[in-house]
């Protein structure tokens, strides 16, 4: 059996097939496990709130575009991981499902094992290569020394970052998610708080790169004591199971392409202005990302709850597994299109609140083009999700290797053309392009090949961005406009009648609804 809760709760493939009660219950988890994850990620959001205007103020603009960076390599090298973290949470959660604990400790260990040496040669890797690194980029000399020092001391956590995405999959895998949220929230807080801390006390840069070091470790360690503490956990005796890599590697090698390079395309923009245009603009454009994006955090805490059960559904071949994608879908789409069609219209004055005096009208701009961009960007997430808990990892990483090399030379032009602006721009484009191509490959591998109704996401994008360029009154007509009608395709396209009927239940309290058509 798999444990789906934050507690000893067991939900198997069977209660999703349930028609009422095992249904309720599956539904039940995954909001409260969402909901843990959603906590674990706002923490750490409004902690970013409230420390960024006081590093950019004691920092400066060149300074916190160095720490930028520092944040943003540490993100990379979470994802160098071979997709083990990835595919033990597949490959375990299935085996609990099938009560096998013996394929459990291979699964386990066999990830441990290879992360392991896998940091190590990385770590090695790119200590040899600091000085190159830091050459590219546009530092002033007064703080060359100092960057350099603090990119050694990022490049050494790099064995733990790689090894806590094993430990993180074994807790999800074994539905420990209130756990998994306490850690990463506490985690993701520190990371602001503390660096914040530290200039306060006099500390220099190094003593930042010290303090993001010191988090990503108790990180690790206490993901490693939570996996210890559970009843079902693998024997202590490390075992090396060829098959089993090699199935988690056929898996994870794929999705770790997909990862570093879609990773990559995620965070090189902030290293690209960075080289090219400046660190003043990494800070512009960084800024608003940085915290825009966490307004994924209801999707990505979503995704990362569904992922466990898509894989079994999935695993068992099941007919539930397109009604639980769709309904992903219908989620996604009517949360995250009157949340970011209403922070679009209020972004300039959240943003002067927020920065005051520091603020730049690219930032504002780039801002509304990430809000706008953040609607396909959910539903992608959610696609993808899917993508992988059918197995087809390597379709991601085929489209994110033909994607790379196009964003880049459209970067490189938009942004020594148009700076902030146009990198905002190109951002969006390249999120609107992999919403579409990450939609219709998961169509191609369903059981038929249609145009998937999902795909107004994207159009529901480009009209959140056109409330930007409106008059206030008239923006707001535009966002009610775009919401009712995002709202009503949902309904009429997504939701098949069992689930309209649930919704109906909810909204209206009553315990046996009439069938809505």
Known sequence: MCIFGAERETVSTAAVIAPTGGRKGVIRSIGVNTVYQIGSQVAPAVAAIAA??????????????????????????????????????????????????DDVRRYFWGSVI????????????????VPAVVGFFKISKPYL???????????????????????????????????????????????????ALAV?????????AAVFAVVR????????????????????RPIFDVIAVRRMLSFGGW???????GTAMIYCDRFLLGMWVGMAAVASYGMPLDLISRLQLLITSFCTVLFPLMS????SRSNHFQTVYRGAVAVGLSLMTPISAAAVILAPVLMKVWLGQRITSDAVFAAQVFLAGAVAQSIASIAWTALHARGRSDLT??????????????????????????????????????????????????????IPPELVAAIVSIGILLIAILPLRDAVIMAVLVCTLSWIWIWRTLLDPTMRIQIAKVLLGRRAPKPAC
């Not at 206490?222 to 079902?232: H, K, P």
């Not at 392009?433 to 191609?444: A, H, I, T």
């Open 312 to 315: 079994r559904l999935d695993g």
């Open 114 to 129: 290879l992360l392991s040496a896998m940091g190590a040669i990385v770590m090695v890797s790119s200590v040899l290569s």
């Open 145 to 195: 020394r100092s960057a350099t020092e603090s990119f050694y001391i990022i490049c050494l956590t790099i064995p733990v970052v790689t090894l806590t995405a094993t430990l993180r999959g074994f807790l999800e895998a074994s539905g420990r998610f209130r756990f998994v949220s306490i850690v990463t929230g506490c985690g993701g807080v520190g990371t602001y708080v503390l660096p």
């Open 200 to 208: 306060t006390m006099g500390g220099s840069l190094v003593a930042i």
């Open 397 to 450: 990483a085929w489209l994110h290797l033909a994607e790379f090399p196009l964003y880049c030379g459209v970067f490189y032009l938009a942004a020594t053309h148009f700076g902030v602006r146009g990198a905002a721009l190109a951002w969006l484009g390249r999120g609107i392009v992999d919403f579409l191509c990450m939609v219709l490959l998961l169509r191609g591998v369903g059981d038929r090949l249609s």
């Open 217 to 236: 470790m108790a990180m690790c360690g206490a993901l490693a004591i939570g996996c210890l503490s559970i009843e079902q956990r693998p024997s202590l």
């Open 255 to 261: 999705l770790s392409v997909s990862n570093i390079i």
């Open 52 to 101: 960024i205007p006081f590093l950019l103020r004691h920092l400066g603009y060149d300074l916190f575009g160095i720490v930028t960076i520092f944040s943003t390599t540490l993100a990379y090298f979470a994802m160098l991981d071979l997709g083990l973290g990835r595919a033990a949470t597949r490959f375990i959660s299935q085996s609990l499902e099938a009560e096998k604990p």
